[in-house]
């Protein structure tokens, strides 16, 4: 996804790797300059049918280097 000003000009791009079904997918957000902003990771573990039940999130602290814990969210889905 890209990001521009009311000029036009290029604000941040924002990069996913994996997907939506992945295991494991991440976004990067970077500025105009390629400077990382933001980094997010999602660890995300699947019912029987697919649907994910449970997705832990970890954002990197730019200054340490470190994957630290956004949140954990579960969530149930009642099939009939």
Do not use: C, P
Request: hydrophobic content about 35%; charged content about 30%; glycine content about 8%.
């Amino acid at each position: 996804m890209l990001q521009y000003d009311g000029g036009g000009a290029l604000v941040s791009r924002r990069v996913l790797a994996g997907g939506v079904k992945s295991e494991r997918a991440a976004t990067f957000q970077y500025d105009a300059k390629e400077t990382l902003l933001d980094e997010e990771h999602h660890h995300r573990e699947f019912d029987a049918r697919g649907n994910w039940a449970k997705d832990t999130v970890r954002s990197r602290n730019l200054k340490t280097g470190d994957l630290e814990l956004v949140q954990v969210t579960y969530r149930e889905i009642v099939y009939y």
